[in-house]
């Protein structure tokens, strides 16, 4: 994990995938540590990490300033050596690469994190405004994931088009998937909660590995 400044992010690029069953966790590990090497070089990269589910299933997290930044990166990738050799280890059929386009203005990569929740998801009514979202996912924060010492980030966004997503970032799984299952229990979190056509809802936890 590396963590280059506490300027505020705009863009989260989550990336799933699988490894290769002839590559060992060792060797994964170690080309992401040279990768994160590499990044750090990049302009505009503000945190980097690789986080697990419980599908055998990784993720790179990276959130970076801006569009211009990521837009950047994703050129200079082709000429990272170290880049490529992780990419060497990954069964490329398995990628799933989404961009995040955060809607808070003032969102900070929380510290000592080990734990992200990413639910991606269309709203049930394609007229619901984009400030009705913004307000239901910032009261969402305000009155129910601050009220425990395990929150640590939160954040809704758009992916593409009219597909959204809700980000939410914890000290541990276990109550980091806690919280989240009670948004139905909760008043203000239920009003999010409703906001999302739950027939489309893609969500998963995914715990901190390097």
Not at 10 to 36: P, R, Y
Not at 138 to 145: A, G, V
Request: aromatic content about 12%; some cysteine; charged content about 25%.
């Amino acid at each position: 994990m590396i963590r280059l400044n506490n300027n505020f992010a705009k863009i989260l690029e989550f990336t799933s995938f699988k490894k290769k069953e002839t590559v060992s966790d060792d060797q994964l590990m170690n080309a992401v540590l040279n990768f994160e090497t590499a990044l750090s070089k990049q302009k505009g990269i503000i945190s980097h990490c690789l986080v697990r589910n419980f599908k055998n299933e990784y993720a790179n997290v990276l959130f970076v300033e801006n569009r211009e930044a990521m837009n950047l990166l994703h050129e200079n990738v082709p000429s990272m050596q170290e880049a490529m050799d992780f990419m060497e280890l990954i069964e490329m059929e398995s990628v799933k690469m989404e961009f995040h386009e955060i809607f808070k203005n003032d969102f900070s990569v929380p510290q000592n994190f080990a734990c992200v929740k990413c639910g991606t998801f269309f709203l049930k009514e394609e007229n619901t405004s984009i400030n009705s979202f913004i307000n239901a996912s910032n009261d969402t924060e305000k009155y129910y994931l601050n009220t425990f010492d395990n929150h640590l980030g939160h954040f809704v966004g758009n992916v593409e088009n009219k597909k959204f997503s809700e980000i939410t970032i914890g000290k541990t799984y276990a109550k980091t998937k806690q919280e989240c299952f009670g948004y139905a229990e909760n008043p203000h979190a239920k009003i999010l909660l409703d906001l999302a056509n739950l027939e489309t809802l893609e969500v998963d936890f995914w715990y901190l590995v390097a």
